[in-house]
C-alpha cells in the first residue's frame, strides 16, 4: 500500500521558517517524480516544486524559487521542503504526491497523494 505522510506544517511569523517532511512507502519510487502543491482556501491546488527521484532534477514555481528548496533524502525515502521568507500568501494546505512520469506541474498527472499538511503564516 503506498502512503505518502506528510509533517512539519505549523503556525509561523511572516518572514519565518518551515521544513515540510514527506515520508514514502509502499513501492519504489526511484523513477518517480515527487511534488509539493498547495491549496489555500477558495482557490484551486497549485504547484509549488518537484525534483526528480533518481536525478535529483529539481523544479520550482516562480514565486518560490530563491525561497523554497526542495530535496530527498534516498536512504530515508522521504522528500522536505524548506521555506524560507515565509509570506501570509503562503498560507495553505501543502501536499506531497508522486507521479511516473517527467515532470510536470499538473496535479491531475500525479498518482498518489498524501493527507496534507498545514501551513499558517499570520502577519
Known amino acids: 500500500q503506498v502512503q505518502l505522510v506528510e509533517s512539519g506544517g505549523g503556525l509561523v511569523q511572516a518572514g519565518g521558517s518551515l521544513r515540510l517532511s514527506c515520508a514514502a512507502s509502499?513501492?519504489?519510487?526511484?523513477?518517480?517524480?515527487m511534488g509539493w502543491f498547495r491549496q489555500a482556501p477558495g482557490k484551486e491546488r497549485e504547484f509549488v516544486a518537484a525534483?526528480?527521484?533518481?536525478?535529483?532534477?529539481?523544479y520550482y514555481a516562480n514565486s518560490m524559487k530563491g525561497r523554497f528548496t526542495i530535496s530527498r533524502d534516498n536512504a530515508k525515502n522521504t522528500i522536505y521542503l524548506q521555506m524560507n521568507s515565509l509570506e501570509p500568501e503562503d498560507t495553505a494546505v501543502y501536499y506531497c504526491?508522486?507521479?511516473?512520469?517527467?515532470?510536470?506541474?499538473?496535479?491531475?498527472?500525479?498518482?498518489?497523494w498524501g493527507q496534507g499538511t498545514r501551513v499558517t503564516v499570520s502577519s
Open positions: 504526491a508522486a507521479n511516473p512520469l517527467r515532470f510536470t506541474v499538473v496535479p491531475g498527472s500525479y498518482d498518489y
Open positions: 509502499g513501492r519504489t519510487f526511484v523513477k518517480y517524480t
Open positions: 525534483i526528480g527521484w533518481s536525478d535529483g532534477n529539481t
